[in-house]
Nanobody, 129 residues
């Protein structure tokens, strides 16, 4: 069981920055994939990126590459989503989620939401033009 809690959301103007945090705890956390997802009103949930806590390797969606960065703190308990050059299209509820790094003999992270078992309650990001 993994418990997740997001924080750091808020309102910014276009071009601004935010840093979201995902505090994680629970059994086996150090062998997890932590993904960031977002959902805007009336839209499908979409992947933002993911990090493998055991290797600190990252994946990003094309829509955020070069603007967003996922990282892990030194203790490995907090996953950050640094958001730069924000636009109104980034307005959404942002969620972090966790899944095992190795499942059914295959190891590695992906950005498919259906594979993530544990979810935080979300934090709202609003970008004004």
């Amino acid at each position: 069981q993994v418990q997740l809690m997001e924080s750091g959301g808020g309102s910014v103007e276009t071009g601004g920055s935010l840093r979201l945090s995902c505090a994680a705890s629970g059994h086996g956390y150090n062998r997890q994939c932590i993904g960031w997802f977002r959902q805007a009103p009336g839209k499908e949930r979409e992947a933002v990126g993911a990090i493998a806590t055991i290797r600190r390797t990252t994946l990003y969606a094309d829509s955020v590459k070069g603007r967003f960065t996922i990282s892990l703190d030194n203790d490995g308990d907090i996953v950050y989503l640094q958001q730069n050059k924000l636009t109104p299209e980034d307005t959404a509820m942002y969620y972090c989620a966790a899944r095992l790094y190795c499942k059914l003999g295959t190891c590695g992270c992906d950005m498919s939401a259906s594979g993530y078992e544990f979810w935080g309650p979300g934090t709202q990001v609003t970008v004004s033009s």
